[in-house]
Structure formats: structure tokens, C-alpha cells
């Protein structure tokens, strides 16, 4: 019998939730919809009795939350966040069963991810990396894209908990591969969103109505889901997080590192890496990326 189908439950696999953020909470109550039991754990209360209330049972600890656990997800910001709760006497490998299912949906460097899997086996534990595209919108309406580093078996015993959470799930390759495609994943995304942003500034300034414009244009070859996602954003100055410009920061950091780590030239990256990280420096890292427009606005002498 599948290890996942050997559980209290006689479908579901108990699942543990470390880290019930923006992308956690949602996820998590996905699972819940779907019917299974999950025990989560994170710092905020406020996130502990959200998950109650969805149905979840919150944990005192990560070891509470693990020990009778048969898939342990991980969502939290990076890579010392996963190794904070990986490791160490009250981690997730000193008190997970051997055989857990350990899947990582953080965005962290392809090596953490190699290293969390290396580390694993000597506590008979499997690890998958598994990071997600889509946001907080994605998140809630479980329609995230899943790009998952790992073994084959492993991911087909996953795939049920994926199809809960996702639309598009791919099994990119081994260890630290999901991570990887993560980092073009938010290298693209980026890029996609200055170039929206710079477009806007555009069309303002040149006196376009600014809906009908961004209407044609996501009708056409310009069209992307990023300006579906974002259109009313720019239209509406909205820069409450859904992604954070500080977590982009962050996953820019990594494209660039491993870009460098691989000899691939991110000539256009690199400078959309630069505008990120000054609109961070000018206090807006905890606004939505799409907030790359008050950077373009700012660059153009317009007023905020």
C-alpha cells in the first residue's frame, strides 16, 4: 500500500502546514475543501485561528504539528525560513516519522532544496520542491502552477495534493529543479511587469484612456497573464500585497546567483533585479510588485 494511503484516514493522507502566510492560508483551506485533515503551524495566531476556523487543527509546535503526520508542506518566505524549521532538534526531520512526504513550497535556491533532500534521506524522509506561480489570487482559487523537483514516484503520490492546490503541475526534473524553473519563472514575471508599468506611464502621459488602452493590448500579442492579473492594479493604484516587492527582491537575488552559477547572461534581469531592489530601498518592499509602477513614475517626474 501507498505509504500517503496509509493513514487514519481512508482516502487522505494527514497533512502538516508549516507556514500559513498569504499563500499558506489559502492553500491550506484548498485542502481542507478537499477533504483533508490538516494540522498546521505558524507564528501569528490570527493565521492559527484562521485555520480553525476553516477546519484545520492548529499545533503549539512543529514537532506537534509533524509527528503524526504522513505529508509535511512547507510555504514560508526563503531559504534560512526552511532551514530554520528543517533542521535542529525542534525541525521538521528530528520529529517527522521515516517515510514522511516532505514538500517544500517555499521559493528558495535550488541548492537549499538539494541540500533539505540529502539531509532527508538519512532520516528516511522524501522530499519534493515544490514551488508555485500564480499568487494570492492563484492560491485561493486553486488554480496555481506547480513546477516540483524530485522523484518520479514520489510526485505521482503528490499529484492528489497538487490537484487540490493547482491547474498546471509538472515534474521538472530531480532535486532543486522546481526551484530553478521557479527562478525563471520570477525572472519573466518581473520583466513582464516593468514593461507593463513602463507601458502605463506611457499612456498616461500621452493622454490615452488608460482601461481602453490596457484592454486592447491584453487582446492582442501584448496580452499576458500578468497584465490580467495586474490591469487593475495599475488602473487603480491597488498595491495591496498579493506578492510582496520583498519577496520578489528576494527571488530575483536567486535568478541572478544561479544565472551566474550557470554562465547564463539576464542582461534585461539584472536591471529589473536593480529597479526591485530600489523600490524596496525607497520603503515600498511591503506593497505588490505590480507597485513597479510608482518606480517608473518616480524615474518619469510623475506624481505619486
Keep these: 500500500m501507498s505509504k500517503l494511503a496509509d493513514s487514519s484516514h481512508p482516502t487522505h493522507p494527514a497533512v502538516a502546514w508549516i507556514g500559513l502566510g498569504i499563500m499558506g492560508s489559502p492553500m491550506s483551506e484548498n485542502l481542507i475543501k478537499a477533504g483533508y485533515n490538516v494540522t498546521g503551524f505558524t507564528l501569528e495566531q490570527d493565521k492559527l485561528d484562521r485555520l480553525t476556523a476553516a477546519g484545520g487543527t492548529a499545533a503549539g509546535s512543529i514537532a506537534e504539528a509533524v509527528r503524526d503526520a504522513d505529508v509535511v508542506i512547507t510555504m514560508v518566505p526563503a531559504s534560512p ?39 532527508a534521506v538519512e532520516k528516511g524522509i522524501r522530499v519534493l520542491d515544490a514551488p508555485v506561480s500564480g499568487g494570492e489570487a492563484g492560491a485561493i482559487e486553486a488554480v496555481l502552477s506547480i513546477m516540483v523537483g524530485g522523484g518520479q514516484s514520489d510526485f505521482e503520490e503528490a499529484e492528489p495534493i497538487f490537484d487540490a492546490l493547482g491547474r498546471t ?16 519563472n520570477q525572472l519573466i514575471v518581473a520583466v513582464n511587469i516593468q514593461a507593463c508599468a513602463e507601458a502605463v506611464v506611457f499612456l498616461e502621459k500621452s493622454g490615452v484612456d488608460l482601461a481602453a488602452a490596457l484592454d486592447v493590448l491584453n487582446g492582442g500579442l501584448a496580452g499576458s497573464t500578468v497584465l490580467t492579473r495586474k490591469k487593475d492594479n495599475f488602473l487603480n493604484r491597488d498595491f495591496k500585497p498579493g506578492f510582496r516587492i520583498d519577496l520578489h527582491h528576494k527571488d530575483m537575488g536567486i535568478v541572478t546567483d544561479a544565472a551566474r552559477n550557470v554562465g547564463a547572461a539576464l542582461p534585461v534581469g539584472a536591471v529589473v533585479a536593480q529597479l526591485v531592489a530600489s523600490l524596496r530601498a525607497q520603503g515600498d518592499g511591503g506593497l505588490d510588485h505590480s507597485a513597479l509602477l510608482r518606480a517608473v513614475e518616480r524615474l518619469s517626474g510623475a506624481r505619486l
Design 81 to 119: 525560513q526552511v532551514e530554520a524549521i528543517a533542521y535542529g532538534p525542534d525541525g521538521i526531520l528530528e520529529n517527522a516519522r521515516a517515510g514522511t512526504l516532505l514538500i517544500d513550497m517555499s521559493s528558495i535556491t535550488p541548492q537549499t532544496s538539494v541540500d533539505l533532500a540529502k539531509a
Design 169 to 184: 503541475i509538472v515534474l521538472c526534473g530531480p532535486h532543486g529543479s522546481g526551484q530553478t524553473v521557479k527562478a525563471a
